[in-house]
């Protein structure tokens, strides 16, 4: 256990007797005698937002590593907008950064193709291409270079290469494995401010 208590203007916790700042106010250095409740003086390293990299940085055909304390995670661009996600598929724990993006289509899935330049966003995916390569208004989805599975922005396995549907047919032209909701990945918000990406 420990408390929490004012000295010389700063609010200290004092645990088995070795105490440390947590943070200084100018008003309690104006008014010593104020009390901080111990909810205002904690800080949660976990629940901010953090920089992943400048938007002009960022490549957005392709899957980019990131670590935030010393969780490893995957940016990529997908539907015009950053998804962010644990970097380790679910299957064989492959590093989804070392996958591929697929553009998803009514019947076959296939490499992204550059197309004709089309003006850039202000935010999301298109922002961070600047050699405008289309993407706008078109889904992208991450898949594992392992075994193919693949996800949506939101860690959701949507696609299961080896998984034929129920009630396949070989002439049917609506063939989409099933979503997967026991393979789903944490996924984590992000935002583009300042030109920046930013993951929660």
């Known amino acids: 256990g420990g408390s929490l208590r004012m000295q010389g203007g700063k609010l200290l916790w004092r645990n ?69 996600m644990a970097d380790e598929c679910p299957h064989r724990r492959a590093p989804l950064s070392r996958g591929r993006l697929y553009e998803e289509t009514p019947r076959h899935r296939q ?13 999301g995916c298109a922002a961070a291409s600047s050699d405008g390569d289309g993407r706008r208004g078109r889904t992208f989805l991450l898949e594992c270079a392992y075994h193919g599975w693949q996800f949506d922005g939101k860690g959701r396995c949507v696609r299961l290469p080896q998984m034929l549907p129920p009630g396949y047919s070989p002439h049917s032209t609506n063939n989409k494995q099933p979503a997967t909701p026991a393979a789903k990945l944490e996924a984590y918000p992000t935002a583009v401010a300042q030109g920046m990406l930013w993951v929660w």
């Open 16 to 84: 088995q007797s070795s105490p440390f700042v947590m943070c200084k106010s100018s008003a309690t250095e104006r008014h010593p005698n104020i009390a901080l409740e111990p909810k205002q003086a904690t800080f949660s390293w976990t629940e901010q937002w953090y920089p992943v990299g400048f938007l002009v940085d960022l490549p957005a055909t392709e899957p980019i590593p990131f670590s935030l304390f010393d969780t490893k995670l995957v940016v990529w661009c997908g539907n015009g907008r950053w998804g962010c």
């Open 111 to 123: 490499p992204p193709v550059a197309a004709a330049a089309a003006p850039p966003a202000a935010t």
